[in-house]
Nanobody, 121 residues
Framework: QVQLVESGGGLVQAGGSLRLACAAS????????MGWYRQAPGKQRELVAT???????NYADSVKGRFTIFRDNAKNTVYLQMNSLKPEDTAVYLC???????????????WGQGTLVTVSS
């Protein structure tokens, strides 16, 4: 079993910054892609950013130039540095990883519980 735990959410004023972290734990054999998604009240979940285990990144157009995703493979942790935050960035941010446990040959999509980010105007 692989678990993801997010941290770093909170309340910030518009224009401010936050850094989210997501640590994977458990019987980890390997992790491929990791990413961040978000879901605002009354809206569908949307992709924010992803990163491969080789470091290739992908961003939603709405966050390009403001958010940076990076990972520490030795710590099985992915981060999301969020700068120039806007009220429309308010959402629950969820971490995702394609992970394989030591007891399986298959990669499964694992989700964290989410961390709330609130940006005030």
């Amino acid at each position: 079993q692989v678990q993801l735990v997010e941290s770093g959410g909170g309340l910030v004023q518009a224009g401010g910054s936050l850094r989210l972290a997501c640590a994977a734990s458990g019987s980890i054999a390997s992790i491929n892609n990791m990413g961040w998604y978000r879901q605002a009240p009354g809206k569908q979940r949307e992709l924010v950013a992803t990163i491969t285990n080789g470091g290739t990144t992908n961003y939603a157009d709405s966050v390009k130039g403001r958010f940076t995703i990076f990972r520490d493979n030795a710590k099985n942790t992915v981060y999301l540095q969020m700068n120039s935050l806007k009220p429309e960035d308010t959402a629950v941010y969820l971490c995702n990883a394609d992970a394989r446990s030591m007891w399986s040959y298959r990669y499964l999509a694992v989700w964290g519980q989410g961390t709330l980010v609130t940006v005030s105007s």
